[in-house]
């Protein structure tokens, strides 16, 4: 086995390698991660509640065939 191959140097044909995928994936975390930590805010989680609680409108005559 190569050298390449073992370190996961080497993209297949068109992709990036591990390493890049790695990095990239670490500054995505680290960009997200506030994001995910602030949490829903109350109005959001009002229209959710609303949304759960809401009946499904009745199916018209095309719908039911």
């Known amino acids: 086995m ?3 191959a073992v370190a996961g140097a080497k993209p297949k044909s068109g992709g990036l390698d591990r390493q890049i995928q790695a990095k990239i ?3 995505l975390r680290a960009m997200y991660d506030e994001v995910v930590d602030q949490g829903v ?3 959001f989680a009002e229209l959710l509640k609303k949304l759960d609680g809401a009946q499904p409108a009745p199916k018209t005559e095309e719908e039911s065939r």
């Open 41 to 43: 805010p109350d109005r």
């Open 25 to 27: 994936g670490q500054q």
């Open 2 to 4: 190569s050298n390449e």
